[in-house]
């Protein structure tokens, strides 16, 4: 009787054992797939965090960042102050301008005379969000969009500014935030970069972009942005060379891979990896980067959506169409750089052509993504380095006038990915010249974008020459008000 009991009790633990088993090999199977790294070696970092793996979900699995370079005038977009209007020409009262640091552009100013909008604001949406009539088709989408009015930044000058944006850090040699995310999240497609920047340029007076904005910075170099450029070659250097094809190339990086394997051998140097599945990357992306980039198969209606524009290479239009389809081939995070936007002077005419270059592509980058049902796990980003003063800088006139930096307050906007929808943020004062309430630092909207897709952004750290660098550096906190 004893011995039967035995035998039931280990039939039992048996079978519940190979149960068990098999769930848990059918789990890790499902996870190699999913993740097709997590198994691999030397995963985890001395911080005990596995890059490629989120901290925990995910809202978003990919960013779209539709940077407009030269800092937008919020007081002519978003930020309607009718007050301005009424004290056109006043000084601006030395309460509310405070101790601000200036630019040398107007610090020498003899006066500061108040200059309220141009143009006309409307309410629109459930949301009742104020749009300047110079963004007809944003003003469709606000009920898709959380407008942020309280963005802040210490960077008085578009370079640093820029950067800080991007990096984390006015100085540079950072790496930027598609960089961390690259470096984090691991690659969703392996046939295109993590990582891509699209580069367009309006009509207005165009501040510099440089490819440091898209460094990989103390990462590993596989991490770094890859630009796409409007020519024949979006890519530079990926065709073969003349007389080598494809069966050659696939020779020549299979013996470069094994020479560099005895390098690494020898020396341990991660960056020689890194460069291996650089070349890997290079000849998956021959095939994968021109069906990307073939405009010609898209439909009557996306096209009129868009706009004719979007037809023409190297236009935000097109860089919108095709940062959705990029987007939608798993690419991490989608860059933008749309240039044009500093209206120091002449502001009327120049903010207003510039607003047509990139009102109808913007809405329509949202519209596609919502129709398509990927605006839910795809964050779309829109917004400058900073803001513009309240006061002209040089001479007001009746129908000309300019705005200098500001970076005390501005406005951007983001939709999708688990933010919430028809919301506005943040307060600025009747002046447009403070933030009043729920003010936003550069580095709590960096927190709160890696937050969206599953990091956080204390622990996404990456240890140089001693020290543990993130993306946030030692601040930085989760706008959770604004998460859906």
């Not at 198994?39 to 407009?68: C, M, S, W």
């Not at 992306?285 to 190297?314: F, N």
Request: glycine share 10%.
């Amino acid at each position: 009787m004893e011995k039967e009991i035995l035998e039931h009790g280990f039939n039992f633990n048996r079978r519940r054992f190979l149960s068990r088993l098999s769930l848990g090999l059918g789990s890790a199977a499902l996870g190699s797939l999913m993740i097709p790294d997590l198994f691999g070696k030397n995963n985890a970092d001395e911080e005990g965090l596995t890059p490629g793996i989120p901290h925990f979900a995910p809202k978003a699995k990919r960013v779209i960042y539709l940077f407009q370079n030269g800092a937008p005038s919020q007081q002519e977009l978003f930020d309607y102050k009718p007050k301005l209007r009424e004290l056109l020409g006043q000084e601006i009262p030395p309460s509310v301008r405070g101790t601000q640091r200036l630019t040398g552009m107007t610090a020498n100013q003899a006066s500061f005379p108040l200059v309220g909008s141009f143009v006309d604001f409307k309410q629109y949406g459930q949301s009742r969000a104020w749009v300047s009539d110079l963004f007809p088709h944003t003003a469709k989408i606000v009920d898709d969009l959380c407008i942020i009015k309280s963005m802040y930044t210490e960077a008085i000058n578009h370079d640093p500014a820029l950067t800080f944006l991007q990096t984390g850090s006015q100085q540079g040699n950072r790496p930027s935030m598609g960089s961390w995310l690259s470096y984090g999240l691991g690659n969703e497609n392996k046939n295109l970069p993590n990582f891509t920047v699209l580069l367009s340029r309006g009509i207005g007076n165009g501040q510099g972009v440089y490819s440091k904005l898209w460094s990989n910075g103390f990462l590993d170099s596989i991490h770094q942005g890859v630009q796409f450029s409007k020519g024949e070659d979006p890519v530079l250097y990926l065709r073969d060379p003349e007389g080598m094809d494809r069966h050659a190339r696939r020779d020549m990086l299979d013996n470069l891979a094994e020479l560099n394997d005895l390098a690494y051998q020898e020396f341990g140097d991660p960056e020689i990896t890194a460069k291996v599945k650089q070349y890997e990357m290079a000849y998956r992306m021959q095939t994968a980067v021109p069906e990307v980039m073939d405009l010609s198969k898209e439909p009557d209606d996306i096209i009129k959506l868009y706009g004719p524009d979007c037809l023409v290479p190297g236009t935000f239009a097109a860089n919108c169409l095709l940062a959705r389809k990029l987007s939608e081939n798993g690419v991490r995070f989608v860059q933008l750089y749309h240039q044009g936007w500093d209206q120091h002077g002449n502001l009327p005419f120049e903010i207003a052509r510039q607003a047509k270059d990139v009102d109808q592509a913007s809405a329509a980058l949202v519209t596609d993504l919502k129709q398509r049902g990927l605006l839910d796990e795809t964050l779309v980003i829109w917004g400058g380095e900073f803001g513009r003063t309240s006061y002209t800088q040089g001479k007001l006139t009746a129908d000309n006038y300019g705005r200098d930096h500001h970076p005390r307050c501005f406005t951007i906007w983001m939709a999708g990915g688990g933010i919430k929808p028809g919301m506005v943020y943040g307060e600025t004062d009747e002046l447009g010249y403070n933030i009043a309430q729920n003010p936003v630092h550069v580095h709590d909207f960096q927190a709160t974008v890696l937050h969206q897709l599953g990091l956080n952004h204390e622990k996404l750290i990456f240890k140089h020459l001693g020290r543990r660098y993130r993306l946030t550096d030692v601040s930085g906190k989760v706008v959770r008000d604004i998460l859906a």
